[in-house]
């Protein structure tokens, strides 16, 4: 019975991971190819800088020996990659409907599927992305990858659980204040637990290492390569890649989730149409017949 | 004396392992698994030592859907 759910949730959700690296392909791939060429660049105009100075700075390592070439990770390894991270939130997408569901019986399965869909993209991608977005390549220090991973999880755990919190409260209060309100007042809750979270964990820029090697910034974004003398010698990363790469990654979070709340959605409403002729079943049938009807059915 | 509270305090506290829960703990427990590879391992933690190859293989799809990367 659930596994047919379970089924469709996990194909609908590679579909939708797949979609997503369709997209990513052709409009995301040439910004991330550019923010791998500003980092190389930046990478040899700090070595010529080292070099004159001769004090071996921090060096990022990225051109030890490529594992995968680029072509392989912009063609096959972003696709494999998105159709996993499709198939993974089919999976826990397809469980929060079934729990749902089941508590209650009385929503319309397109609709709690559009609306589990919105939940989990928001819950799950946007808030924490509000507080930590995705990044480029260039962007983020490999000394904090440990503090940020940290971070990003309890961003995301943080948002979660205040998202089911605030439907609690929302369930609660329409009983009182009518559906309409109890709905705004939820969504008011969510904002505000997800609000002090984002107010209380720290700026990515802020972490004890960042401070101490680049200064009071906010961010990990690379700013101007200055030589001694101030002159910049490398500009800053560029503001017009770092949207472009923040916009697309949105977007195709949104074609994901999109393809689960409407496919998974269609689907759900036949399924959910096709068991009510299996119900009148058990008391009249012989058993031979409700065992090939059961073969069929299963 | 004591057995029957014992027994009424178990029983309280048991969660039957249905078809379903089983169902639906496995896709989940397999959906994170899958989550934990594709967004973390091999970057702020590793289980195959300081092997890159999942990390360089998925880089792209880790910067673009908003797991911390290098």
Known sequence: MEFRYIYRGLGVGLLGGLLAFVFARIFAEPFIQDAIDYEAGRDAAQESLNAAASHGGHSHGAEAAEVFSRSVQRNVGIGVGMAIFGLAMGGLFVVAYLIVSRRYPGLRPRVLAALLAAAGFVSLYLIPFAKYPANPPAVGHEETIGERSVLYLAMIAISVISMVLAVLAARWLAGRVGGWNASLLGALVFLVLVGIAMGLLPALGHLGINKAEYGNVATETPQPLRAPDGTIVYPGFPADLLFRFRFYSVISQLVLWATLALGFGALAERLAASPARERPRPAAAEPGTMRSEAATTA | ?70
């Open chain 2, 1 to 70: 004396m004591t057995t029957p509270i014992a027994q009424s305090r178990q029983r309280s506290v048991t969660f039957p392992l249905t078809a379903r829960r089983a169902a639906l703990g496995l896709t989940a427990l397999l959906s994170l698994l899958l989550l934990y590879f594709l967004g973390i391992d091999q970057g702020a933690t590793s289980l195959f030592g300081s092997d890159t190859h999942i990390h360089e293989f998925v880089h792209d799809a880790r910067h673009f859907l908003g797991f911390p990367c290098h």
